[in-house]
Every structure is written in C-alpha cells, then in structure tokens.
C-alpha cells in the first residue's frame, strides 16, 4: 500500500509540473516516476555483524534476490549499519518491505524501504572553484 501511495505522489507532482508550465512532460520526469516502482530496498539499522550473506537470507523468503549488499566504510572494511536488497520483481520488494520493516535481525530493529536515486553526483570534501579564498 505504501508503495501505491509514493506512486500516486510521485504521479500528481509530475502532472502539477506540466500543468504549471504547460510544457510536454519531459521523459526523464517520466523515467523518474517509473523508476520508483523499484524493486530495490534499502535496510537501514542493521548490526555490524550483519554480512551480505545474512541479508540474503533474511529476505529471500519473500522472492528472488538478486544481490543483497551490505555498504562498507572503505578505509576500515567495517559495516555502515545499512543496505540493499535487489529483487527479481517489485512484487517481492513491496511484501518484504511491509513483512520486514521494523522486525528484528541479527538483535536490532531494521528500517526497510524504497531505495531512493541518489539526486546528484556528491562533491568531495573541498571547495573546487577559485571563490573559496
């Protein structure tokens, strides 16, 4: 239901964009409403023994999964705390998404949803133009 419901919001902010500048829809608006029929979730508070392999596990009873990857801090290799799971169809990722969320895995309490597009390239940790000084 929750995923019905983002689809309908995503759906009338595009139409209220058209019919505020009475302009074609643009496609890549469209691809980004279509993009959230996704059957990509992300799992938030996951302990730092989870590993890529118990994610798995722990939604497979809901359909086929892709890839299951916990996200790692690349100087240390220890867990984030969050992750993905890719089903085979969106289907699956609604019923895991409304059978997991808030339930116990490996002793924490995990949040699951929709994985969202990342909206920009992220910039590094300085200032690249010349108005910095």
């Not at 009475?22 to 996704?38: E, I, N, Y």
């Not at 490996?106 to 909206?119: F, H, L, P, Y």
């Amino acid at each position: 239901m929750a995923f019905c419901n983002r689809l309908g919001s995503l759906v009338k902010t595009c139409v209220s964009k058209h019919n505020a500048t009475h302009a074609p829809v643009q496609v890549a608006t469209m691809f980004g409403a279509l993009r959230c029929m996704s059957s990509k979730l992300f799992v938030g508070g996951l302990s730092y023994g989870t590993d890529d392999y118990s994610l798995k596990n722990a939604f497979s009873g809901y359909g086929e999964v892709v890839e299951a990857r916990v996200i790692t801090d690349r100087d240390s290799g220890r867990s984030r705390g969050f992750g993905f799971v890719n089903f085979t169809d969106d289907k699956s990722a609604e019923e895991a998404l409304s059978n997991m969320d808030g339930k116990q895995l490996d002793g924490r309490n995990i949040r699951v949803s929709i994985a969202q597009e990342r909206s920009s390239p992220r910039a590094g940790g300085f200032d690249r133009s010349n108005d910095g000084y």
